[in-house]
């Protein structure tokens, strides 16, 4: 059984840092994209950033480029996304997403998660 587990949220204050971590398991993850999205309280689930499976190519969501990062460990299977000068508008819950191919879209994501809630005080 696939399983998408990811960790790290809570609460961070505005300005302050955390560290999200996505462990896939249940098959092979080789060629596989993996990503972060998230969804805010009455709004859609908004992409935030994608990473191929080598790690060469990556993308982000203007709104987060240049204060998130995403990696990868395939030895560990796990993608992380490393959080930075966070706003009060990050707050969401933040779900990982594997594609196979370069990168992970919303609508044609093979597998998810179940999120992990990130809130962001001011």
């Known amino acids: 059984q696939v399983q998408l587990v990811e960790s790290g949220g809570g609460l961070a204050q505005a300005g302050g840092s955390l560290r999200l971590s996505c462990a896939a398991s249940?098959?092979?993850?080789?060629?596989?994209?993996m990503g972060w999205f998230r969804q805010a309280p009455g709004k859609e689930r908004e992409f935030v950033a994608t990473?191929?499976?080598?790690?060469?190519?990556?993308y982000y969501a203007d709104s987060v480029k240049g204060r998130f990062t995403i990696s990868r460990d395939n030895a560990k299977n796990t993608v992380y996304l490393q959080m930075n000068s966070l706003k009060p508008e990050d707050t969401a819950v933040y779900y990982c997403?594997?594609?196979?191919?370069?990168?992970?879209?919303?609508?044609?994501?093979?597998?998810w998660g179940r999120g992990t809630q990130v809130n962001v005080s001011s």
């Open positions: 997403a594997a594609e196979l191919g370069i990168v992970v879209s919303a609508t044609t994501a093979n597998f």
């Open positions: 249940g098959r092979t993850f080789s060629g596989y994209a």
């Open positions: 990473i191929s499976w080598i790690g060469r190519s990556t």
